[in-house]
């Protein structure tokens, strides 16, 4: 039976933003405040977690595709020890002017992918996201419910739910996502 997941964005949402620049190395990657509770109460609430993520400094020779590989194996090895690891996580790691880039955000690929790779029912599911990008590539992907986290980024998408930050993120899904004993369908 399928079931419902939480997608999240990284950078400035998993993660602090690094600004204009990219988390190049794990020494750079800090997690955002509350972001753990909110992962353990997807789980606890029946949940996937997917991590959906464009990373374009591997495309630009900025870090390797191993260097990525490990700032994420080193960021689910802390979340495991919470209960709150991602189930998935989808990188994009192409050239926003790469014309045969097809995964790209605001494209739906790696959310349709992840779907189709963990049997997740995306009607029922929700996007976390900080730039219109993030909102619009839930959308496409037919999630009916977005979170936005504030940012620098330009906010001409709208989406469901806007948080000043993550500290109030995990209050706020659990009040969106649906008792484990209720039925999802």
């Given at each position: 039976?399928?079931?419902?997941?939480?997608?999240?964005d990284?950078?400035?949402?998993?993660?602090?933003?690094?600004?204009?620049?990219?988390?190049?190395?794990?020494?750079?990657?800090?997690?955002?405040?509350?972001?753990?509770?909110?992962?353990?109460?997807c789980?606890?609430?029946?949940?996937?977690?997917?991590?959906?993520?464009?990373?374009?400094?591997v495309?630009?020779?900025?870090?390797?595709?191993?260097?990525?590989?490990?700032?994420?194996?080193?960021?689910?090895?802390?979340?495991?020890t919470?209960?709150?690891?991602?189930d998935?996580?989808?990188?994009?790691?192409?050239?926003?002017?790469?014309?045969d880039?097809?995964?790209?955000?605001?494209?739906a690929?790696?959310?349709?992918?992840a779907?189709?790779?963990?049997?997740?029912?995306?009607?029922?599911?929700?996007?976390v996201?900080?730039?219109?990008?993030?909102?619009?590539?839930?959308?496409?992907?037919?999630?009916?419910?977005?979170?936005?986290?504030?940012?620098?980024?330009?906010?001409?998408i709208?989406?469901?739910?806007?948080?000043?930050?993550?500290?109030?993120?995990?209050?706020?899904?659990?009040?969106c996502?649906?008792?484990?004993?209720?039925?999802?369908e």
């Amino acid at each position: 039976m399928s079931r419902p997941a939480v997608f999240f964005d990284r950078d400035g949402v998993v993660n602090l933003s690094p600004g204009a620049g990219y988390v190049l190395r794990w020494e750079d990657f800090h997690f955002n405040p509350g972001i753990i509770e909110a992962l353990k109460l997807c789980h606890t609430r029946g949940y996937a977690t997917i991590l959906a993520t464009s990373q374009q400094g591997v495309g630009k020779g900025l870090m390797t595709q191993a260097t990525l590989d490990d700032i994420h194996a080193r960021m689910q090895a802390e979340l495991i020890t919470h209960g709150a690891a991602f189930d998935g996580i989808y990188a994009c790691t192409c050239l926003s002017s790469d014309p045969d880039c097809t995964c790209r955000k605001p494209s739906a690929e790696m959310l349709l992918r992840a779907a189709q790779e963990h049997d997740l029912d995306l009607d029922l599911s929700l996007m976390v996201g900080d730039a219109d990008r993030d909102i619009q590539m839930g959308t496409n992907a037919g999630i009916p419910l977005t979170i936005r986290i504030e940012s620098e980024n330009p906010h001409l998408i709208p989406a469901t739910h806007t948080l000043p930050d993550t500290t109030g993120l995990a209050e706020l899904l659990e009040s969106c996502l649906a008792e484990p004993t209720k039925s999802v369908e």
